[in-house]
């Protein structure tokens, strides 16, 4: 069985039309947690560090430039087959090509503007949820803080 947690992040173009809810409610309705999400606004350092992965691709600066132009929601999210079933819902990078029910299909408007990011392997995963989520702990059971 793979991994039950993944990394996910609604980018600024759908923050800023205000899909936010639409997505979680997407994201919650196909079956998944959400553990952790935070509102977070990108440097152009934290964007190159995050894509570094990216560096030596020719869309590598076009990249981290929109992923730092504005507000994100970056989510730790739970379900069995974490990533494979997110990168399920999320649909082909261009909505052109994304599956009906996907989120790019209903949000991307181009292949540069797609709406969500989503790990594309469990390792991948461990280590964005470490750079957005420092130092978090991942639930193993749910708690409650009094």
Known sequence: MQGRYTFSMIKPDAVGANHIGAILAMIEKAGFTIDAISMLQ?????????????AARPFYKDLCSFIASGPVA???LEKADAVADLRKLMGATNPAEAAEGTIRKAFATSID????????SDETA???IAFF???RELLIQRRTIV
């Not at 503007?113 to 594309?120: K, L, R, V």
């Open 126 to 128: 461990a280590s964005e």
């Open 42 to 54: 990108l440097t152009q350092t934290a964007a190159e560090h995050f894509y570094a992965v990216h």
């Open 74 to 76: 970056a989510m730790v």
């Open 113 to 120: 503007y797609n709406a969500i990011h989503g790990s594309d």
């Open 133 to 135: 989520f420092p130092g």
